[in-house]
């Protein structure tokens, strides 16, 4: 806390010295109080320099949420193809799993060759 405090006092006495710097009217865009114009005339224009501004704001955020939007798109279909990928050797390794299961299954069942000595007859 002591810290945080002491963070914030240097922050201060570094920007102190800036306050009495004169200030130079810039026109930077965004939302501007308009209620502060006399004049109907500066009201209407800073009221459509505000609407102007959100105008550009949501296209810009539109176009930033629809470029993540096709993004992911791309990447679901990305992923869809590697799940059909995995699904079918998935299908191929049980199919093989089956097939030799199957083979181990006829070769005890088979019986023995005729000509293959009877362990319990060597006895």
Do not use: Y
């Not at 006829?106 to 006895?123: I, R, S, W």
Request: overall charge positive; proline content about 5%.
């Amino acid at each position: 806390m002591l810290l945080r405090n002491a963070g914030i006092c240097f922050a201060i006495l570094l920007l102190a010295p800036l306050a009495d710097a004169p200030a130079h009217a810039q026109d930077v865009p965004g939302i501007e109080i308009c209620t502060v114009e006399k004049t109907m005339e500066r009201r209407t224009s800073c009221l459509q320099s505000n609407v102007d501004f959100l105008q550009k704001t949501i296209t810009k955020l539109n176009l930033d949420h629809q470029q993540k939007l096709d993004a992911a798109a791309r990447q679901i279909d990305a992923l869809k193809t590697t799940v059909a990928g995995l699904q079918k050797v998935l299908g191929d390794l049980q199919a093989a799993q089956a097939k030799i299961a199957e083979d181990l299954k006829k070769k005890q069942d088979a019986p023995a060759p005729k000509d293959a000595p009877n362990k319990d007859a060597q006895k």
